[in-house]
């Protein structure tokens, strides 16, 4: 049989499908053999048409035989769907996610993954599971990595510039995937950090905080939506008809393919709301789950639910439409069929180095630079690399790295080595192991850096210790790594800290007794060139903080926009707070230091009273006081003062980057339509209330000058048009 040259109508093709062909489209499996081909079993699934999709397969050679059976022997030719987790990069691996939200820069988001997609197509992969959205203040989260950071502004701006760099205008392009929003709703806010927990949250910070970058995903186009593992306020997300119809379908009008997470399907009686897997298959497609991935569940017990009359037909139509549609989208009726690209062996295309580069210097912070250590100084006679993170190529590759490979890993002591000025030597010794306790390599790098004007550190987490399942109770270095870095800085020596994971760690002594200190995360292939870019200043770090940094892990849940208390810090005897450790965080959200100094001054506001419909219009004087360029993160807050409901002491609602060179001053403006000003009232809706209200332009949340305007809940007056009385 020839391959069908274009696709059907989907719901022309609904018609002439069986129940259980019907239930294929809903199944998706991985492969028994992740790197082989189809079992004789799994072909013949194939052949049946009881396979929709399959993921993380990859075999191109199975993969195109695979598809090939579907178009061609099996009774209908529907193609299958290829799906992988593309999250920050395919074989061109970029820094984690948490590490491209401190770019604060959505458009270099975009072409990241724009690029990503790019090489997944090539590969023969139609869907990414990605973007993550999960808004998370948790640090002991391991997969606070993975997504956008505590800020649900920053995390819409993000989620937009991911879906668009997927998907683009047109998704059947053979250099676009579907992107899929994850994990809706509310897994990053799970009980003590830990992965899959349940979630307690009142409807207004569900709405507020961790609905928003979904709803900007949806408005993207996001092809797909991912469910989320666990128990949300008492119902698991995969059988929570409010989450899955009344809040994403109904309220964010999202139209396309909903999927469970990993065997959430079939984990419905594990947390004790379905009796037996026949109810959980049940529940789920009730829900509103149109895809199981893993569990086989609907492949198992849907066709007889359905005969039964347990599960309305209707149902499995609306699920099994939205995947069919799906494929019409991504073009998979094409002729010819798209080829599955043979595995990569040659190097990076220079133009995707250049860009993972970029993405890895943006997204390093100077979180500490004291008497101006850094940019170190081209006149160096040696400098000595000490840690186990600088000679590795694993860990920079960080948590879910796609396809990609070691040996693109350029290393820190590799950067440093390529960028250090002539005549310069770079000395190394690794001191210790990510994370065994021994400390026989001590006395080595501690005579090394004696021997040194300068010394690196290089030391975080391994890249296991964040993603999913890798929750932590303790934020610190694993040991002995902060014993190391004690005892090279007894050395006497100046040492820089160049701190690897994929969460904000608590180190209040590093914080407080070294001279610099660059929050570096896994950054991908580029690490070392972009560290080493950084610290001889070949480039100027702009990352800035997309969560805020404890001191403790007593400190957490620890995020910028809180609620007040009636006795906050600072107003008298009894208070919130601690009584062995300041309230305040070891660096606040959206801090960052350049190598130079800014200063912001003669903030305005207008108009000085704003009705609805009307929009607001502030700025600001931005200086650079230094002596090198630079570039600032320049970020808005709002505050309203009194209102219905207790609101976030500050709440980030625009940004954007401006370079300075010295001496060099300019207004940074910004408008705010009126929605800004709005919050979600008990009623789930959008509300408006009169009032005063605080503006803050700085450099972080916990800085920078303030002005006050007034809303009136008055509309403001709608032009009439042209020719009416």
Same mark, same amino acid.
């Given at each position: 049989m020839n391959a069908r040259p274009s696709p059907p109508d989907p719901r022309e093709l609904l018609s002439r499908m069986t129940i259980e062909e019907k239930v294929g489209q809903l199944v998706q499996m991985a492969p028994s053999r992740a790197a082989g081909r189809l079992s004789s079993e799994e072909k013949r699934r194939v052949r049946e048409?009881?396979?929709?999709?399959?993921?993380?397969?990859?075999?191109?050679?199975?993969?195109?035989?695979?598809?090939?059976?579907?178009?061609?022997?099996?009774?209908?030719?529907?193609?299958?769907l290829f799906a992988f987790d593309i999250l920050h990069g395919f074989h061109t691996v970029f820094p984690i996610p948490l590490a491209l939200a401190a770019t604060w820069n959505p458009p270099l988001v975009e072409e990241v993954a724009r690029l990503s997609a790019r090489e997944g197509r090539a590969a023969g992969i139609h869907w990414t599971f990605a973007p993550m959205v999960d808004v998370c203040r948790d640090p002991r989260w391991g997969r606070i990595a993975e997504g956008p950071g505590e800020d649900p502004f920053l995390a819409s701006e993000l989620a937009s510039a991911w879906v668009r760099g997927f998907q683009g205008e047109d998704l059947a392009s053979r250099e676009r995937v579907a992107a899929c929003a994850k994990h809706f709703v509310g897994y990053g806010a799970g009980e003590g950090g830990r992965d899959y927990a349940a979630v307690d949250l009142s409807l207004g910070k569900l709405l507020e905080v961790y609905l928003p970058p979904f709803a900007a995903a949806v408005r993207a186009g996001a092809a797909s939506v991912m469910a989320a593992f666990p128990s949300i306020n008492g119902l698991p997300a995969a059988a929570n008809p409010f989450l899955l119809q009344t809040l994403l379908r109904r309220k964010l009008g999202f139209r396309g393919v909903v999927v469970s997470d990993w065997n959430a399907v079939g984990e419905l009686p594990?947390?004790?709301?379905?009796?037996?897997?026949?109810?959980?298959?049940?529940?789920?497609?009730?829900?509103?789950?149109?895809?199981?991935?893993?569990?086989?569940?609907?492949?198992?017990?849907?066709?007889?639910?359905?005969?039964?009359?347990?599960?309305?037909?209707?149902?499995?139509?609306?699920?099994?439409?939205?995947?069919?549609e799906l494929k019409a989208q991504l073009g998979l009726w094409s002729s010819p069929p798209e080829p599955q690209a043979a595995s990569r062996t040659g190097p990076l295309p220079a133009a995707s180095r250049g860009l993972?580069?970029? %993405?890895? *210097?943006?997204?390093?912070? !100077?979180? +500490?630079? &004291?008497? $101006? #250590?850094?940019?170190?100084?081209?006149?160096?006679?040696?400098?000595?690399?000490?840690g186990p993170l600088a000679d590795d190529r694993k860990n920079p590759l960080g948590p879910w790295p796609g396809a990609g490979r070691e040996e693109d890993v350029v290393t820190v002591l590799e950067g440093i080595r390529s960028r250090a000025p002539a005549g310069t030597r770079v000395l190394f010794a690794p001191g210790c192991a990510v994370d065994d306790p021994s400390t026989a390599g001590?006395?080595?790098?501690?005579?090394?850096?004696?021997?040194?004007?300068?010394?690196?550190?290089?030391?975080?987490?391994?890249?296991?210790?964040?993603?999913?399942? %890798?929750? *932590?109770?303790?934020?610190? !270095?694993? +040991?002995? &790594?902060? $014993? #190391?870095?004690?005892?090279?800085?007894?050395?006497?020596?100046?040492?820089?800290?160049?701190?690897?994971?994929?969460?904000?760690?608590?180190?209040?002594w590093i914080a407080e007794h070294l001279p610099a200190v660059l929050a570096a995360w896994f950054l991908g292939v580029e690490s070392g060139n972009a560290l080493a870019d950084i610290l001889f200043g070949i480039?100027?770090?702009?990352?800035?903080?997309?969560?805020?940094?404890?001191?403790?892990?007593?400190?957490?849940?620890?995020?910028?926009?809180?609620?007040?208390?009636?006795?906050?810090?600072?107003?008298?005897?009894?208070?919130?707070?601690?009584?062995?450790?300041?309230e305040s965080p070891l660096f606040p959200f959206g801090y960052g230091l350049a190598y130079t100094r800014f200063a912001y001054r003669e903030i305005r506001v207008a108009p000085p009273v704003v009705r609805r419909g009307q929009s607001l219009e502030a700025s600001v004087i931005v200086a650079n006081?230094?002596?090198?360029?630079?570039?600032?993160?320049?970020?808005?807050?709002?505050?309203?003062?009194?209102?219905?409901?207790?609101?976030?002491?500050?709440?980030?609602?625009?940004?954007?980057?401006?370079?300075?060179?010295?001496?060099?001053?300019r207004r940074i403006r910004f408008s705010l339509p009126s929605e800004t000003l709005a919050f979600i009232g008990p009623d789930g809706e959008l509300r408006w209330e009169a009032g005063d209200f605080e503006l803050r332009i700085g450099p972080s949340a916990a800085s920078g000058p303030t002005a006050a305007f007034r809303l009136e809940n008055e509309p403001w007056p709608t032009p009439s048009p042209a020719g009416t009385p």
């Open positions: 048409g009881r396979v929709g999709s399959f993921l993380n397969w990859r075999h191109p050679a199975g993969m195109a035989e695979a598809q090939r059976l579907a178009r061609e022997e099996s009774r209908l030719g529907i193609p299958l594990v947390h004790g709301v379905a009796a037996d897997v026949e109810e959980a298959a049940r529940l789920a497609l009730e829900a509103g789950v149109d895809v199981d991935m893993a569990s086989g569940l609907f492949a198992e017990k849907l066709p007889g639910l359905i005969r039964a009359g347990k599960v309305p037909v209707s149902l499995l139509d609306q699920a099994a439409l939205r995947v069919l993972a580069l970029r %993405a890895a *210097r943006e997204a390093i912070i !100077l979180l +500490r630079n &004291q008497d $101006e #250590l850094l940019p170190l100084p081209p006149r160096l006679r040696s400098i000595a690399v000490v001590f006395a080595e790098a501690v005579s090394l850096a004696k021997s040194a004007e300068i010394v690196v550190a290089v030391v975080g987490e391994p890249a296991r210790m964040s993603g999913e399942a %890798a929750s *932590r109770a303790d934020l610190g !270095l694993p +040991r002995p &790594q902060e $014993e #190391l870095v004690r005892a090279l800085v007894e050395t006497g020596r100046p040492v820089v800290a160049i701190l690897c994971s994929g969460r904000p760690l608590a180190l209040p480039s100027g770090p702009v990352g800035r903080l997309p969560v805020t940094v404890p001191r403790s892990v007593g400190q957490i849940p620890i995020y910028y926009g809180r609620t007040n208390t009636g006795r906050p810090p600072g107003s008298g005897r009894d208070v919130s707070g601690y009584i062995d450790l300041p006081a230094g002596l090198r360029a630079g570039a600032e993160t320049v970020q808005l807050y709002l505050r309203d003062r009194v209102a219905s409901r207790t609101r976030p002491v500050a709440e980030l609602k625009a940004f954007q980057r401006v370079s300075l060179e010295p001496g060099e001053e």
